[in-house]
């Protein structure tokens, strides 16, 4: 929506003007309200306080129901309600509650009339106020109105009642009520009174102001439909005088520009014209090296990623070498140190590799290799990590496993080659696996691990094969005829 500057200056500062003389009747209201609202709190806060020093706890504690109104202790603490409410015209109410864990019952209430809570009554009402009053001194925050007018209430703990006993008066406030509306009659007079002044001031100013611009706009159009020609004449007595001058010397220029224009305008014409040409022979220059530079950019990935892999992995299997086993563990060694989870290794080593070979030959024990990585990974878990070491022998990776599940892991691996016939190159075979286990020290040192998992691996080939050793002796023991042995 398009403003003319006269309204928009008229708009800001009436509103200019109406904030400030808002926030200075807002802030005289504030304080007169705040004011008076506090000092009736304070009143009931310390009259509560003053009348519950009188109670004794022992006599409420006997006054728990309906049938509890004939006792004395009830007659004698009612009455003295009764007598402080009578003493104060503007006291409505006075009771005593008391709270049972979550429920809160009336004990006093010196209403005589028959609606009057009698002991035992339960107050259903969530007034988090009151229910703060069990602890501490406590008043509305605001005036409240019902059937029979405006009241607001103050609330104190009994003493020594240790939080369970509560005092509560009712004040009238109707004659409250009536000086708030009045301060706020007052205060809204007041604030009509400086709209219309604001409406006043901000319309004399803006029409001061706009005056002069609405000549500068006019002589505008003038120079925008190819007048040059002409002066602007303002006497304000102010910038917009400057603001003339400035105006009637850039329509000066702006002839004198005017010539050159046309002039630059042909030369740059003709210069468009060659560079278009440039451009066109720089693009399709640029477009075959850019080509260029994303097919060498894609060869030297492959390259990378060959070379990545070449050097990580073993050519045969595909496993990880012992080069890049050696980073994977000293990685897990470190997040065994800090969390202080062990990891285990297992030494593993097909029984009778070489046999094999010299009988079926070397093609027939690559078949054998690889056959056993592949039930190796579908036995082991996903984060589990298998090397080639040298050979026939492998080192595997068991994260967070101790050294009893690392044992029932190896024998899970035996196992499974042990009780399968295995058809390889047109040979059937009977493939058996010795495997070393050994779990991380508390240091997670991965040289003593490596070398415990082999030297528990050497005592499983001299031992018979086709068993499983741990190399910590308390580790379960498993009998000697292809089972777990420890050293």
């Not at 809160?104 to 002991?119: G, K, M």
């Not at 001194?137 to 029979?148: G, N, Q, V």
């Not at 609405?214 to 007048?227: D, K, L, N, S, Y």
């Not at 010795?434 to 691990?449: C, H, I, W």
Request: contains cysteine.
């Amino acid at each position: 929506m398009r403003l003319p500057i006269q309204r928009k200056l008229f708009y800001s500062h009436f509103v200019a003007v109406v904030l400030v003389s808002g926030s200075i009747g807002t802030l005289f209201y504030k304080s007169a309200t705040g004011s008076l609202f506090g000092s009736l709190q304070a009143r009931l806060k310390y009259s509560a306080a003053l009348l519950s020093r009188t109670l004794d706890v022992g006599a409420l504690a006997a006054i728990r129901s309906a049938e509890d109104v004939k006792l004395p202790a009830y007659r004698e603490n009612l009455q003295l309600l009764r007598d402080f409410q009578s003493s104060n015209p503007d006291i409505a109410f006075i009771y005593v509650m008391r709270r049972d864990d979550e429920r809160i019952a009336f004990v006093l209430d010196s209403d005589a009339s028959e609606r009057q809570a009698l002991p035992g009554q339960l107050y259903t009402d969530n007034v988090p106020l009151l229910e703060k009053g069990f602890v501490q001194l406590s008043a509305d925050e605001e005036i409240t109105r019902d059937e029979w007018g405006y009241f607001l209430s103050g609330y104190a703990p009994v003493k020594n009642g240790g939080g369970r006993y509560l005092l509560g008066i009712d004040m009238r406030a109707d004659e409250v009520h009536r000086k708030f509306q009045a301060i706020r009659i007052a205060g809204l007079v007041s604030f009509l009174l400086s709209i219309v002044l604001a409406y006043l001031f901000s319309r004399l100013l803006a029409a001061r102001i706009t005056k002069p611009i609405m000549v500068f706009v006019a002589r505008a159009r003038e120079i925008a439909e190819g007048r040059l020609e002409g002066q602007v004449e303002v006497r304000t007595g102010d910038e917009l005088d400057d603001l003339a001058g400035g105006f009637n010397t850039m329509s000066q220029r702006l002839a004198e520009s005017n010539m050159e224009t046309g002039h630059a305008m042909a030369a740059l014409e003709e210069a468009k014209d060659t560079l278009e040409v440039r451009v066109v022979e720089r693009t399709s220059r640029l477009a075959e090296l850019n080509d260029q530079l994303v097919q060498e950019i894609q060869e030297r990935k492959r390259a990378e990623q060959a070379l990545e892999k070449a050097a990580t992995t073993d050519y045969l299997t595909g496993l990880l070498n012992r080069r890049a086993m050696l980073a994977v563990l000293e990685q897990e060694a470190e997040r065994s140190r800090r969390s202080t989870q062990p990891f285990s290794l297992l030494m593993a080593d097909v029984d009778k590799f070489k046999v094999i070979n010299d009988s079926h030959g070397h093609q027939t024990g690559d078949e054998v290799l690889l056959l056993v990585c592949r039930t190796l990974r579908e036995t082991l878990r996903g984060q589990d990590a298998i090397a080639r070491w040298g050979g026939d022998e492998l080192l595997i990776l068991l994260p967070e496993t101790d050294l009893p599940g690392a044992v029932a892991v190896a024998e899970k691996i035996r196992q499974t080659l042990a009780g399968r016939e295995w058809l390889v190159e047109g040979h059937p075979l009977h493939l058996t696996m010795s495997l070393g286990v050994a779990a991380s020290s508390t240091e997670g040192l991965v040289e003593d691990t490596i070398s415990r998992a082999d030297l528990a691996l050497y005592r499983a080939k001299a031992g018979g094969r086709n068993c499983t050793v741990a190399a910590d002796p308390a580790a379960p023991h498993f009998p000697a005829t292809g089972g777990a042995r420890t050293r």
